[in-house]
């Protein structure tokens, strides 16, 4: 079994091959995750920009350029870096449930819930973008939709624990605190970690 190259070695053989190549959009989109991944932000950004001016079809770089963006908490560039991803690829499901998260997190409720659908309707599967939609759908003050959804993600993929707490909350937004115990318990047994205050208010059984 071949060994994995140590991260420093993987990024100076990646500019090695730039020196000799500087044209060469795969080295420029690997040496960017590489100081991705080291936390080197602002060297992984030229790096993706360089992949992107070398290769037409680079979206992956995109995608990432949005990753940095929002670990900067440029929530606004997340999106355009995604919209540009997904010019490229149009049935890239993540793009949009990153556009999705994107907005739910600026409280453009109605264009997160478009960008979140429509990520599900190209990927059923993305636990997360269903997730998120619950969230979009309780911030538009629509619970008995947050709780079909819920429902909906719950179904998919029963052991995710994220998705139990966001229906628990669902429910009892909707006022059924029998439901929101329910998977509130099961968030828990799966490993979630729950909010004090909710804890406490479900305890309490009050609304």
Known sequence: ?????DSELFIAE???????????????????VALMEKGDFDGAVYAFQDAIANSGRMFEAYVNLGFIHFQQGELEDVVEMNRRAIELEPRYARGFANIGFAYLQMSRTDEAINALEKAIELNPKIAQAWSNLINAYLQKGDAAKAVEVGEKLVAIA????????NLAVAFYTRGDIAKAREHFEKAVALGFEPHPEFAAELEAGEK
Not at 14 to 32: D, F, H, I, W
Not at 158 to 165: D, K
């Open 158 to 165: 029963p052991e995710f624990a994220l998705g139990h707490n």
């Open 1 to 5: 079994m071949k060994k994995p190259m």
């Open 14 to 32: 990646q500019k090695r091959m730039l020196v000799e190549n500087p044209e060469c959009a795969n080295s420029s989109y690997n040496l960017g």
